[in-house]
């Protein structure tokens, strides 16, 4: 089993940028592929980007893509995502997610068994 605590939430002015982690405790980490979803109110949790577990491999939804860059540390146990030109509609809980299950689909989160509690992002226009 491997436990998910993020950070680096807030509020932003559209434009900005902001980093959020996603620290991994347990388990060995590199075993799990790793993603970010995000979830605004009233809306299902959805895909933002996703990362393999090496870090060789990443994915990312169309409406981040350019935006959001994905990385991991597996030494330190950490997970990233570097959010720039942020828009308010990104403006959602984001919840890191793990799953040792590689083969299973990286952009559903039916694939992932591990869930951090969430970080609010909030941006304003």
């Known amino acids: 089993q491997v436990q998910l605590v993020e950070s680096g939430g807030g509020l932003v002015q559209a434009g900005g940028s902001l980093r959020l982690s996603c620290a991994a405790s347990?388990?060995?980490?590199?075993?799990?592929?790793m993603a970010w979803f995000r979830q605004a109110p009233g809306k299902e949790r959805e895909f933002a980007a996703a990362i393999g577990r090496d870090g060789s491999s990443t994915q990312y939804a169309d409406s981040v893509k350019g935006r959001f860059t994905i990385s991991r540390d597996n030494a330190k146990k950490i997970m990233d995502l570097q959010m720039n030109s942020l828009k308010p509609e990104d403006t959602a809980v984001y919840y890191c997610?793990?799953?040792?299950?590689?083969?299973?689909?990286?952009?559903?989160?039916?694939?992932?068994?591990?869930w951090g509690q969430g970080t609010q992002v909030t941006v304003s226009s």
């Open positions: 347990g388990d060995t980490f590199s075993r799990y592929k």
């Open positions: 997610a793990a799953d040792s299950r590689y083969y299973l689909s990286s952009s559903n989160p039916n694939g992932y068994a591990y």
